[in-house]
């Protein structure tokens, strides 16, 4: 049970207080002595572990504490780009800059060439993991459709993760990251009347007008980015390379391995938009940093230009960053853990009040995945099940825990349905609120986590660490551990 219920630091405070307390009694005198040494010692380690200490326990916030103190006192916390001054090599390179806070050091940049377009590929070597994003769009009618359809196109999905973790291929990790923008949906309106020349012939302006008329606009931006996670193995290596340099054999072979990917991206029912070569990538991660930046605008974008200005995070509530082209005002960002994913059986629809009911707020929800293959998925499931039934207390004359009796239920359904074809994942969802003043800041925190609680889901605002959770929603697969550890 502890192995299931408690992390290693946790279990490993439980045991030290458990072995404390019995040298205690056993090195000291007396009875009464004993079990007062005892019961402190053990106790104490029990409240650490165990007992709710500001919304999670002591032992949780002791290492959150420890590395914000660490990196406050380092000046981790505070980071002002040098892109300006680094300047080019003689051939034309940039010369690397420092990261902010929270995001994978090291990161190399490889451009690849498929079918669909130039794609830059990321290498993370801290996390042996190389990475790669285009943009995709589902279907647009989805929540017009009838109950049946929608079934067919979820059902179509879990093919396409099916397929990706079972064919044999290199992809092992997805990562889908919804970004919604507010955006004024009387813009082009208010330009076109700003540059309208009197002096034209009627029947063109008549034109143009007709034309204005017609043009969709709607008041949110929404975008919805899939990146794609390749570990770094000795035979991805080995083929790597049979080409003249590492990083040529890189970006074919990882090249290829994304064409096809997105080759197969119709049998779940997306449309590939678009790959993200160097600058589409660049310039995502401006914006997140600073949504005054706009997604499109790639011009003067690269690697080392995509980094914020200023990235401020000193304090333990949120997160400031801005960059050069806006004036001193920051944004502003807190980023939540979506600890619990509904417990109750939901519909189809069930995000819709985190994804499609929140107006007016600048978003972003993170959802990253490990594939697991079906043999393993189910030899997973078969032991979470085994475990399940081997905690359940039967002593004759207990009433058995309706909780207990969810759990194995929910468990042997896992087991059953990878047994039927789904897909096995491991996920971890993560959720980024950005506003331009820290009041405009709580409001929305507050309308976002209403808008989870009717989903069913339930948030951890990550105080202390916004930093690193801000850096699980930008499209690097961060966020869960390494091979589900």
């Known amino acids: 049970m502890l192995g299931r219920k408690l992390e290693a630091d946790e279990q490993l405070v439980l045991g030290a207080g458990l072995v404390g307390g019995l040298l205690a009694a056993w090195i000291l005198a007396g009875i009464a002595v004993k079990i007062v040494s005892f019961v402190l010692i053990a106790g104490t380690c029990v409240w650490a572990t165990l007992a709710p200490y500001k919304g999670r326990t002591y032992v949780r916030w002791f290492e959150i504490n420890r590395t914000y103190k660490k990196l406050l006192r380092d000046g981790s916390l505070l980071y002002k780009s040098k892109a300006p001054y680094a300047g080019r090599f003689a051939d034309g390179r940039r010369v690397p800059v420092d ?25 993370q070597p801290d996390e042996l993991m190389f990475t790669a994003v285009v943009e995709v769009e589902g279907q647009r009618d ?9 079934e067919a196109l979820v059902r179509a999905y ?19 990251i919804s970004r919604v923008i507010p955006t004024d949906p009387n813009a082009h309106a208010r330009d076109a009347a700003d540059r309208r020349d009197t002096d034209s012939p009627s029947w063109l302006q008549q034109s143009y007008d007709d034309l204005i008329r017609r043009v969709a606009v709607t008041a949110e931006d929404r975008r919805l980015l899939l990146a794609v996670g390749i570990p770094y193995t000795s035979d991805l290596v080995a ?5 003249n340099t590492l990083h040529e054999g890189y970006a074919i072979t990882l090249g290829q391995e994304i064409e096809s990917f997105i080759r197969t ?11 993200f070569d160097e600058a589409g990538l660049a310039s995502y991660l401006h914006h997140s940093y600073d949504p005054s930046h706009w997604i499109d605008d790639t011009t003067g974008m690269d690697r080392v230009t995509c980094w914020p200005a200023v990235l401020d995070a000193r304090n333990k509530k949120y997160m400031a960053s801005r960059s050069w082209e806006a004036s001193e005002d920051n944004w502003y960002s807190m980023t939540a853990w979506v600890k619990e994913l509904p417990v109750l059986p939901v519909g189809i629809n069930f995000l819709a009040p985190v994804l499609l009911y929140i107006q007016d707020i600048i978003l972003s929800v993170s959802v990253v995945m490990d594939l697991v293959s079906t043999d393993q998925a189910i030899t997973e499931a078969m032991a979470d099940a085994t475990n399940e039934l081997g905690q359940a207390d039967k002593k004759a004359g207990r009433i058995e825990d309706p909780r207990e009796q969810k759990a194995q239920r929910a468990s042997l359904s896992t087991m059953r349905d990878i047994a039927d074809g789904a897909a096995g994942t491991r996920l971890a969802a993560w959720i980024t609120v950005t506003s331009p003043t820290l009041d405009t800041l709580r409001r929305d925190a507050d309308t976002v986590r209403a808008g989870a609680t009717r989903a069913g889901l339930r948030l951890e605002w990550c105080d202390g ?21």
């Open 99 to 123: 990261v902010p806070v929270g995001v994978p050091r090291n990161m190399q940049w490889i451009t690849a060439r498929t079918a669909f377009g130039e794609i830059a590929i990321v290498l």
């Open 239 to 243: 083929e790597a390379r049979r080409y």
């Open 158 to 176: 879990e093919h396409l993760l099916k397929t990706t973790a079972d064919s044999g291929g290199r992809i092992r990790r997805l990562q889908w």
């Open 465 to 485: 660490e916004h930093y690193r959770a801000f850096a699980n929603t930008l499209p690097f697969t961060a966020g869960l551990l390494k091979e589900g550890l």
């Open 142 to 150: 989805f929540g017009s459709l009838d109950t049946a359809d929608k």
């Open 265 to 275: 991206l119709g049998r779940g029912q997306l449309r590939h938009v678009r790959n």
